[in-house]
């Protein structure tokens, strides 16, 4: 079981930077796949970025590329999401999620899904304001 729990959210004006830092606690495997949602108010949970411990294969969403960036740090079973030139649809609870049984392949017609990971962390709130 893997425990996982996000910290740095926060509000910022559009065109601000955050980062988001996802520690994993528990039982972790050497390859697992880690990723961040974002969900807008009133909206479905979509995938904006992923990881893959191993191979550090990385997947982003449209929305996101060229301003969002997934890292690890292996050493301290943490992840990161640093969120450059934020907008106001930015605005939401970001969730980082992950699975140890997955490789962890995304691509922009088959996206990571809320079924495709088991352990998710209790989510943090990011405001961009305009």
């Known amino acids: 079981q893997m425990h996982l729990e996000e910290s740095g959210g926060g509000s910022v004006q559009a065109g601000g930077s955050l980062r988001l830092s996802c520690a994993a606690t528990g039982v972790i495997h050497n390859s697992y796949c880690m990723a961040w949602f974002h969900q807008a108010p009133g909206k479905e949970r979509e995938g904006v970025a992923t990881?893959?411990?191993?191979?550090?294969?990385?997947y982003y969403d449209d929305s996101v590329k060229g301003r969002f960036t997934i890292s690890q740090d292996n050493d301290k079973n943490t992840f990161y999401l640093q969120m450059n030139d934020l907008r106001p649809e930015d605005t939401g609870m970001y969730y980082c999620a992950s699975d140890q049984a997955l490789v962890c392949v995304f691509t922009d017609d088959i996206p990571p899904s809320r079924a495709d990971f088991d352990f998710w962390g209790q989510g943090i709130q990011v405001t961009v304001s305009s």
């Open positions: 990881i893959y411990t191993v191979s550090k294969n990385v």
